[in-house]
């Protein structure tokens, strides 16, 4: 290292060495100041009283425990004028410990964003880290401290609710998106004005719910554990995620907020995590439901001892923790631990140097008002939205079209652009949300006629407006056809065990084509749905998810060409329910169905093993060529690193931008590998005929897998390259070999 450059990291590393030891001389100190009292209610956090989002619990001298210092963290207190009343009271409290505010903020505040499953179709790192940046300004500006985002739970059954919430199928994708997120809502570091808290959730494998049931079991092996759901949260650690957040389900018969060794010996063992882990709402008196513990006292003795930190809602710790301390079930270490975790945090972010650091109201006037974060949330929709099909390119519209039809239950609604878990700011009016008929007129000048028709709502059963919409449709050059699921069919506690498209929407399709008018169908949705006629008959498809503030333009800049759309597919969308759980990077087994084979083989007799959409797919308007894959080398060691290149070129009649996607395969393996994984990608932008010369660097890491003793490495042997725009689409393939 240069010795310049080395004098100033040490310079640098020195200073945050000793505000790191001043931080916990102030902590120790501080505890010993506490009584046992005062510990546990640093440990209890209570909602506000005019938000839940769990099952609520009565408690009606809330002020009163504030004050005496019996509540460490409230969430679902929203604004900083409400925030300071509430810090305010804390002040009066015997040792003026500040309370942590903590809120939902998925994504986005005001500024709401696509939902996370949208924004990680974008494939855009830094839009996604970025947009975290803007919800975490906006609600630290509001008073709040911590974001119980982002979840990094991996997922491959669209029947669960929360894959709207996360990233996807995808343990690669999810990681860099984890780590993304992270970053954008913590900033440069925790104490900065416009930071706050991440809390990565839920820990762990929630996303494997059985039956993708809310709140339902996991059952899983130790190898799956650690390769497929695991790996998000240690990216989410090593960004410097400040908490974590337990989950419901149990995992293998032991409650996570009670499983020792996800929380002791993985979290704070072996990856060092200095943080905190809160429970999620209401979570350790579940435990009771669960069959695990008897009572609430028991519950509290079990979460604690494994590793929970802070009760959120259940009143366990705050009914029976000083007890259990008291009769020496539980050591007084593991609540000074718990609560050293915790204060800590609340010095890093400034609230005992200054408790109303965050609740400025001429600062939360500013930042909700940002004309930038609008720009910005718009830019992360159109990247957000993903071209199933456009057969007889229809799109983009042009926009001296004369009249167009826009029908279905979405066009004129405002909030549902929000999908679900958006900030409810009762406040504040809708009037800043773009409808997507709104994002029309915004688009289109006066020389194009704007019709519309309802035609049915989202889950009616009647017909009683297909008439209309008939008429509308016949009148016009184009039909835009918006449908959908209910925005709140999607989210926690939205398990469907039928995710086709509801009501009588398909049936309207059908109608409308009869008319021959061409039609744009558009597809609202939280998570994969199965529309297997229209995806079979309609030639052009935009699923458009939920985009937020900014949805309507976003749309609109997409349909009629100011946008070239470059969104692919974070899930695999199935044909069916009967192919749940679907995913692309699935074993060989060892009868594999080639070609539709289903003689005797891992295949079903009445449906293709392949997904309707698959992982990674998305078209553009325009097209692009794979060309000149080359690897700088055909063997390599394990300390050794091969450079994959390939050539893009933009063959199409548009500038655009494409996912080049690069997969592997472990031809043989210790254990049974999967046929093809993504371990790389780029997003990159073409102008017409523009061609670019893109490199991965394949690394011992990229190849290495947790064998059968749960040791992370990789094996000598042939390894398939395949590059290519989705995993379905492979376009260049060559071979490898690591050696001794």
């Not at 993708?212 to 695991?230: A, I």
């Not at 692309?584 to 009868?591: A, D, E, K, L």
């Not at 690897?631 to 994959?644: C, G, R, T, V």
Request: net charge neutral; aromatic share 10%.
């Amino acid at each position: 290292m240069n010795p310049i450059l080395k004098i100033i990291f040490l310079f640098y590393f020195s200073i945050a060495f000793s505000q790191e030891k001043t931080i916990e001389s102030k902590v120790d100190a501080l505890i010993k100041q506490m009584t046992l009292e005062e510990k546990v209610g640093q440990l209890n956090q209570y909602t506000g009283d005019n938000t839940a989002t769990g099952p609520l619990t009565i408690n009606n001298n809330k002020q009163e425990e504030i004050k005496a210092g019996k509540i460490g963290s409230m969430l679902n207190v929203l604004g900083a004028k409400y925030t300071r009343q509430y810090q305010e009271l804390a002040m009066q409290s015997r040792l003026k410990i500040p309370l942590l505010f903590g809120l939902d903020v998925i994504h986005g505040y005001k500024t709401t964003f696509p939902i996370p499953l949208a924004e990680a179709a974008s494939w855009d790192l830094a839009a996604i880290q970025q947009g975290s940046r803007i919800a975490a300004t906006e609600a630290s500006a509001s008073g709040i401290h911590w974001t119980f985002a982002p979840m990094v739970d991996i997922s491959r059954d669209p029947r669960w609710g929360r894959v709207m919430e996360g990233a996807g199928e995808d343990t690669y994708l999810g990681s860099k998106i984890a780590y993304a997120r992270v970053k954008g809502f913590q900033g440069n570091k925790l104490g900065d004005l416009s930071s706050v808290m991440a809390c990565v959730k839920h820990f762990a494998a929630y996303g494997l719910a059985v039956g993708g049931r809310e709140y339902n079991s996991v059952d899983l092996s130790d190898r799956m554990l650690w390769e497929t759901y695991l790996p998000p949260f240690k990216a989410a650690l090593d960004a410097g995620a400040a908490t974590f957040m337990n989950s419901f389900n149990d995992i293998n018969g032991i409650p996570a907020t009670a499983n020792k060794y996800i929380q002791r010996d993985i979290l704070k063992g072996k990856w060092g995590f200095k943080g905190f882990v809160v429970s999620d709402w209401g979570s350790i008196g579940e435990m009771i439901a669960h069959g695990y513990s008897k009572d609430l006292k028991e519950a509290a003795q079990m979460a604690i001892m494994a590793g929970n930190d802070m009760d959120m809602e259940s009143n366990a710790y705050r009914n029976n923790l000083e007890r259990l301390v008291k009769e020496n079930k539980v050591p007084i270490a593991i609540v000074n631990d718990a609560v050293k975790r915790i204060l800590t945090k609340k010095f890093e972010l400034g609230l005992f140097d200054n408790p109303f650091k965050y609740c400025s109201e001429e600062l939360q006037n500013k930042e909700l008002n940002n004309p930038e974060h609008t720009r910005i949330a718009r830019d992360m929709a159109k990247k957000s939205i993903v071209l199933l099909k456009n057969e007889k390119n229809i799109l983009p519209l042009s926009k001296e079209t004369k009249t167009i039809a826009f029908i279905g239950p979405m066009v004129k609604p405002k909030r549902i652009n929000h999908g679900f878990w958006a900030v409810d700011l009762k406040e504040i009016d809708s009037t800043y949300i773009v409808s997507q008929w709104e994002g029309l007129e915004n688009k289109l000048d006066k020389t194009t006629k704007l019709l519309y028709a309802k035609g049915c709502g989202v889950q009616d059963i009647s017909k009683a407006g297909f008439q209309e919409a008939i008429d509308i449709a016949n009148q016009a050059d184009v039909v835009i056809l918006s449908i959908g699921e209910r925005f709140n069919m999607s989210g926690e506690a939205q398990s469907r065990s039928n995710i086709h498209l509801p009501g009588v929407q398909e049936d309207l399709i059908k109608e409308l084509q009869k008319t021959g008018k061409p039609i744009v169908i558009l597809i609202n949705a939280g998570r994969p749905l199965i529309f297997n006629w229209t995806a079979d008959n309609m030639p052009t498809i935009v699923y458009t998810w939920w985009l937020g503030s900014e949805a309507g333009n976003a749309i609109a800049d997409v349909l009629f060409g100011d946008y070239n759309p470059s969104g692919k597919l974070p899930m695999s969308f199935p044909r069916d329910e009967g192919q749940i759980p679907i995913y692309y990077n699935h074993f060989s087994t060892g009868r594999p169905s080639v070609n539709e084979d289903k003689i005797y083989k891992s295949a079903y007799i009445d449906l293709p093993n392949t997904p309707k959409f698959p992982f990674g797919f998305g078209l553009s308007y325009t097209t692009f060529q794979y060309s000149d894959l080359k690897l700088s080398k055909l063997k390599m060691k394990k300390d050794e690193i091969i450079e994959a290149s390939v050539t893009i070129t933009n063959t199409g009649k548009f500038a655009g931008e494409e996912v080049v996607q690069l997969y592997l395969h472990d031809l043989f393996g210790s254990v049974v590998r999967p046929i093809i994984e993504l371990k790389d990608f780029q997003k990159i932008k073409l102008e017409v005929g523009e061609s670019k010369t893109i490199k991965f660097v394949i690394d011992n890491k990229k190849l290495s897998f947790y064998n059968s003793k749960l040791d992370f490495e990789s094996e000598i042997g042939d390894f398939e390259i395949m590059i290519g725009s989705s995993s379905a689409d492979i376009r260049l393939k060559n071979n490898f070999e690591l050696i001794k």
